[in-house]
């Protein structure tokens, strides 16, 4: 069955193929004509300041300059390598409008050499501020660590400038030279009868000022974090602290920004158990974007510095809710129990990785996690799998508003999954079905609540077309009369999938961890089967969709889904769901987040054990009290 899936070209396939190409032909030929107008526009400004022409200049000025700013950053990047910059080209901007002014000025005024050396400090004092922006940058956002809920008095971290005093720099301060061009060009195309060829000269005066201005604060900046230069001082202050908190666990994440919703959602989770935690990141990126937490969170980039971080050696559980090559630097500390906790169970092939055998335990949801891994002999042996429930759900309830009187229409939500590494999985939804199931659902007396994946769009534009396509439905209606559904579009951190859920009548998604995690809300919930397979074959494939109500690539199915759910006793699968939850996510009894905790104290026991064993109890907290 497998092979006959994988040999088939899905149908979102077939058309992010037909997509492509036009999809590049416009993107090319948007990018080409922006480049031919920007390339043009120079020596269109030259010949009319040796001409002279200064009114076709005055106009040419501005536009060669929104020019520029439309330029799309790879056809820059394309420019640059042909040593065609930004900074040349900008310059020759500022030539022409000093080569027309020396044309048109009788006398070589005083201004005329105000404007000229202006521009020409003017780029030195914008060298001296890039320099000094990364110099400070890097001292407050690069430091060899990162922290949040850890207190280092002793370092004296002093407040982190203005974000715009670090981010104004390199070639985004090249458009203050707007502030003499600009008037200079104008000027010249009044200088015959009003005077005004002063007023470049002025604007030139104002750009420098602010510059000076930007470069002062900067040096004050740089002054009082220089000490922040001291690699091995600021290490050791962070090792210190967090050698003094002792903590047992440590859950460890690296991966690109876009991926930080993996970790984000066990925080809460670690937050309530007993054993001191602590949240260890590899990607400086990775430290804002992680979520709120009260938890101590470190950010050590260089695999270097992690090894050599002195305070790990009393940690006992690593836990890991995604496989990246960067984990080998945690696997490798001795003593330490390694845990795959994951980011979701789902019958994705994520779930069931080969690369999950290298870790010493590997903790799922229910049953249904563990038949997974048998069922894929993928070499992650049965006594490393842990059932420990799923203690996130605490919080999704078995009703809605709808459901309780509160709200005039029942909610729809429809979260497909993202398009993933491939196009030959069948599992999202979305480029072959979104936009005709939302508009389908629009047709029918519902609220739609759209919730993505975080990662849709990042590697398909097709996805991304049909993203957008979908977004632009919901925004059409938007201007609905009083009394209709409300629809709502959740693109961000907030309102989050549970409450979500909370809100939901009945879930469409797909096959991913969304449909196991809805399940905990014993509501109705819809699964599409993209590849339009037999019923018995898909849900023999996804047991996740054992009680779902099944949707094809035609969408015939959804209007009867719908009409029968909103008919008292006509829901056929509220048995099914019933049984399948503690088959996917585990007993209820006892609490999910005890069950996990209590995990997490038998993997420690387990750990201390092998370390005695092995000779390490000198890196045992016992030993270290």
């Known amino acids: 069955m497998g092979g006959n899936i994988r040999g088939r070209r899905a149908p979102n396939a077939l058309v992010a193929l037909v997509r492509r190409p036009a999809l590049r032909s416009l993107t090319g030929g948007r990018r080409g004509a922006f480049t031919a107008l920007t390339l043009a526009s120079y020596p269109a400004l030259l010949a009319a300041a040796v001409w002279p022409l200064p009114a076709t200049f005055a106009v040419l000025v501005p536009l060669s300059y929104a020019a520029e700013a439309a330029l799309p950053g790879r056809a820059a990047g394309t420019l640059s390598r042909a040593h065609l910059g930004a900074t040349v080209r900008f310059l020759s901007r500022e030539t022409a409008a000093v080569v027309l002014l020396a044309r048109l000025a009788p006398g ?13 400090l003017f780029h030195g004092l914008r060298a001296v501020q890039t320099w000094l922006a990364e110099h400070v940058d890097r001292r407050h956002n690069q430091m060899p660590v990162m922290t949040r809920n850890v207190d280092l008095p002793a370092l004296r971290i002093p407040p982190a400038p203005p974000r715009a005093l670090l981010t104004w720099r390199g070639a985004r301060l090249l458009y203050l030279d707007a502030l003499a061009v600009v ?15 002063w007023t470049g000269a002025a604007g030139a005066v104002v750009a420098l000022a602010l510059e000076v201005a930007a470069v002062a604060a900067l040096l004050a900046h740089a002054r009082r974090a220089r000490h922040l230069g001291d690699r091995r001082r600021i290490l050791a202050a962070v090792d210190d602290w967090v050698a003094a908190h002792r903590p047992e666990v440590v859950m460890y994440f690296s991966g690109p920004v876009t991926a930080v919703y993996q970790a984000t959602m066990w925080l809460g989770t670690l937050e309530r158990i007993t054993p001191r935690t602590l949240v260890v990141l590899r990607e400086r990126t990775l430290a804002a974007a992680l979520g ?19 305070a790990l050696d009393g940690v006992r559980v690593a836990l890991f809710p995604a496989n990246v090559g960067n984990n080998i630097h945690m696997l490798r500390v001795p003593g330490v129990r390694s845990v795959f906790i994951g980011h979701g169970d789902s019958d994705k092939e994520a779930s069931f990785n080969p690369y999950t055998k290298v870790y010493d335990e590997v903790w799922v949801a229910g049953p249904a996690g563990r038949d997974r891994y048998l069922r ?5 042996r049965d006594e490393a799998v842990e059932e420990v429930g799923r203690p996130q759900l605490a919080g999704v309830l078995r009703t809605s508003p709808y459901a309780e009187g509160a709200a005039a229409h029942r909610t729809v939500l429809y979260a497909p999954t993202w398009e993933g590494w491939s196009d030959d999985l069948f599992h999202s939804s979305l480029v072959a079905m979104g936009p005709a199931i939302v508009r389908a659902l629009l047709d029918q007396p519902v609220r739609v609540i759209y919730k993505p994946h975080p990662l849709t769009g990042h590697r398909s534009p097709a996805a991304r077309a049909a993203h957008r396509k979908i977004m632009a439905l919901l925004g059409e209606s938007t201007g609905m009369p009083h009394g209709a559904p409300k629809h709502l579009t959740v693109t961000g951190r907030e309102p989050s999938l549970y409450e979500c859920f909370n809100e939901a009548d009945v879930l469409v998604s797909d096959i991913s961890s969304v449909v196991s995690d809805f399940v905990a809300s014993g509501k109705p919930y819809v699964v599409a089967n993209v590849a339009g397979l037999p019923a018995d074959r898909f849900r023999e494939r996804y047991p996740a969709a054992g009680a779902a109500y099944l949707l094809g690539p035609d969408l015939a199915e959804l209007p009867g889904i719908l009409r029968g759910l909103g008919t008292p006793g006509e829901d056929g699968m509220a048995a099914a769901r019933r049984a399948l939850r503690a088959y996917l996510l585990g007993a209820d009894h006892p609490d999910p987040l005890a069950r996990f905790e209590e995990a997490v104290r038998r993997a420690a026991a387990r750990a201390e054990a092998r370390a005695r064993s092995l000779g390490l109890e000198a890196l045992a907290p016992s030993a270290r009290d």
Not at 108 to 120: C, E, S
Not at 183 to 196: E, F, I, Q, S
Not at 376 to 380: C, E, I, L, M, S
Request: aromatic residues 10%.
């Open 376 to 380: 894929a002999q993928v070499g992650v």
């Open 108 to 120: 070589r005024p005083l201004w005329f050499a105000t404007l000229a050396a202006g521009l020409f």
């Open 183 to 197: 008037p200079a060009a104008a000027g010249a195309a009044c200088l015959g009868w009003t005077g005004l060829g």
């Open 292 to 310: 709120a937490t009260t938890l101590p969170v470190v950010c050590i980039p260089s695999s270097v510095d992690l090894m050599n971080f002195r």
